[in-house]
T-cell receptor, first 117, second 112 residues
Framework: GAVVSQHPSRVICKSGTSVKIECRSL??????MFWYRQFPKKSLMLMAT?????????EQGVEKDKFLINHASLTLSTLTVTSAHPEDSSFYICSAGLAGGIFYEQYFGPGTRLTVT | AQSVTQPDIHITVSEGASLELRCNYSYGATPYLFWYVQSPGQGLQLLLKYFSGDTLVQGIKGFEAEFKRSQSSFNLRKPSVHWSDAAEYFC??????????FGAGTRLTVKP
């Protein structure tokens, strides 16, 4: 149980275009989803926290107009990288929080490799 | 806000040898602590977690970790490393907002 999928797994886009990444919790409802960015050989950096039906909370330094997050349902959150540039190339990982305990256990998706040319 | 330090960027051990990966955290309240493993190009797999109770936590793949509040540490151990254990290991600490902060990671290389 507690499986999270991401789509696409890899995407290559041209500079200036927008890319949408989907994160789905397949067998549970996730009130909260998290988006992370990972640079090569680096750790995960939390970009934003999204709660179903409300606006995402962005970490300091993350441009909310560039990284649009929508959490329209309890099983789906999307991250749209708008007007992508080569510096946006990265590995994006989402996680879904499973409520019910003393801490949201986060289950991670397999990641999406974005390359902007 | 919580933070995590993994002092070792890269560790090399021989197959069959024991392993200890270090993790130190900073958090004012009771921490929720995690160890994850990541293979190249893949997502994160949870190895084990500590929320409360017994400070020695058993995880998957033969890993264990010990929470030591006095040292603010949560080191990961394995008595005998297998070649398939070569990967990147991340320690993470959870905070009151249900957010997590990750350490920089330790890359494990296993020599035959």
């Amino acid at each position: 149980g507690a499986v999270v999928s991401q789509h696409p797994s890899r995407v290559i886009c041209k500079s200036g275009t927008s890319v949408k990444i989907e994160c789905r919790s397949l067998d549970f409802q996730a009130t909260t989803m998290f988006w992370y960015r990972q640079f090569p050989k680096k750790s995960l950096m939390l970009m934003a926290t999204s709660n179903e039906g409300s606006k995402a909370t962005y970490e300091q330094g993350v441009e909310k107009d560039k990284f649009l997050i929508n959490h329209a349902s309890l099983t789906l959150s999307t991250l749209t990288v708008t007007s992508a540039h080569p510096e946006d190339s990265s590995f994006y990982i989402c996680s879904a929080g499973l409520a019910g305990g003393i801490f949201y256990e986060q289950y991670f998706g397999p990641g999406t490799r974005l390359t902007v040319t | 806000a919580q933070s995590v330090t993994q002092p070792d960027i890269h560790i090399t051990v021989s197959e069959g040898a024991s392993l200890e990966l270090r993790c130190n955290y900073s958090y004012g309240a009771t921490p929720y602590l995690f160890w994850y493993v990541q293979s190249p190009g893949q997502g994160l797999q949870l190895l084990l977690k500590y929320f409360s109770g017994d400070t020695l936590v058993q995880g998957i793949k033969g890993f264990e970790a010990e929470f030591k509040r006095s040292q603010s540490s949560f080191n990961l151990r394995k008595p005998s490393v297998h070649w398939s254990d070569a990967a990147e290991y991340f320690c993470a600490v959870g905070g009151s907002n249900n957010d997590m902060r990750f350490g920089a990671g330790t890359r494990l290389t296993v020599k035959p």
